[in-house]
């Protein structure tokens, strides 16, 4: 596990140097398989948001640029509400009592899952904090971003509502 977190904040200070390059297109593959816990123990899945799209953000409390990029995803949620977009953010290695302190500080009413043995981080192949992973509504991966954004502005808005635009299209 530490080599894993060494790695992690390896790759974090590589996040850090500047502000994300770009997303980085994906061939509609599917999702990797993703099992976690909420913040009251009840275990989640993707599969619980087929039919929206997904963001899912993998994060750390100890993490600079994840917490910079936190409020826009909040933002993003308030924008989208009532639209069929989800907003997850899984803690990368982190136990409850860590997030629990940082949500003290930052409120956020998007899902905090909780992945606590870091297995979801190295299944998704996730080498810095933070990572993003946009979904479509079959549960395919479609875009990846590492490092952190304005999710409600710029590029990421832009992706977000042309994915929300050809899901509207595709269940018609």
């Given amino acids: 596990m530490k080599r894993f977190l060494a790695g992690l904040a390896m ?19 599917p999702a990797p398989a993703l099992k ?10 993707l599969a619980d948001f087929r039919g929206k799209v997904v963001l899912l953000n993998f994060w750390a409390s100890w993490c600079p640029p994840c917490l910079r ?14 639209r069929p977009l989800e907003i997850v953010a ?3 290695a982190e136990g409850p009592e860590d997030v629990k302190a940082f949500l003290t500080k930052m409120k956020l ?3 905090i899952w909780l992945d606590s043995d ?28 590492a490092g952190p954004t304005e999710w409600d502005e710029g590029e990421a808005l832009k992706i977000i509502e042309s994915m929300l635009a050809e899901q509207a299209t595709s269940s018609k």
Avoid: I, Q
């Fill in 69 to 82: 990029e936190m409020p826009s995803m909040e933002r993003l949620r308030v924008k989208m509400e009532g």
């Fill in 11 to 29: 790759g974090l200070g590589l996040a850090a140097g500047a502000c994300a390059a770009g997303f980085e297109t994906r061939a509609a593959t």
């Fill in 36 to 45: 976690a816990r909420d913040m009251n123990g009840a275990p989640k899945t």
């Fill in 109 to 111: 009413s998007f899902p």
């Fill in 90 to 92: 899984l803690a990368s």
């Fill in 118 to 145: 870091g297995s979801n981080t190295k299944h998704w192949k996730v080498f810095a904090l933070p990572t993003s992973f946009l979904l479509d509504a079959k549960g395919r991966v479609r875009y990846v971003l």
